[in-house]
């Protein structure tokens, strides 16, 4: 289990939803991992994915407080993570 937390505010006070999103090195495809979350904060179970290293991706919007033409999204893209699911 990986644990992962973040930081964001918004400049208007508005609440935020988070969405995060996986993908292996050297591939370019992002894959959903949750969606609207309301904390940010997130218990990977990495044993659902093959070994290997991952870059992670959380989106903040504050869509639930704002017409569609007044919504802020911004995104960060983590440093590489190893994930090693083998048994020494």
Do not use: C, I, M
Not at 8 to 14: C, N, V
Not at 17 to 30: A, D, F, K, S, V
Not at 51 to 78: C, I, K, M, Q
């Amino acid at each position: 289990l990986r644990t992962l937390q973040w930081k964001a505010e918004d400049p208007d006070g508005d609440r935020l939803r988070y969405t995060l999103h996986y993908r292996r090195e050297g591939e370019t495809t992002w894959r959903a991992l949750r969606s609207d979350l309301a904390d940010p904060l997130f218990v990977w179970d990495t044993t659902t994915v093959a070994d290997g290293r991952y870059f992670l991706r959380v989106t903040a919007s504050d869509a639930l407080g704002n017409t569609p033409d007044r919504v802020l999204t911004g995104d960060h893209e983590s440093d590489v993570v190893d994930v090693d699911n083998t048994p020494p």
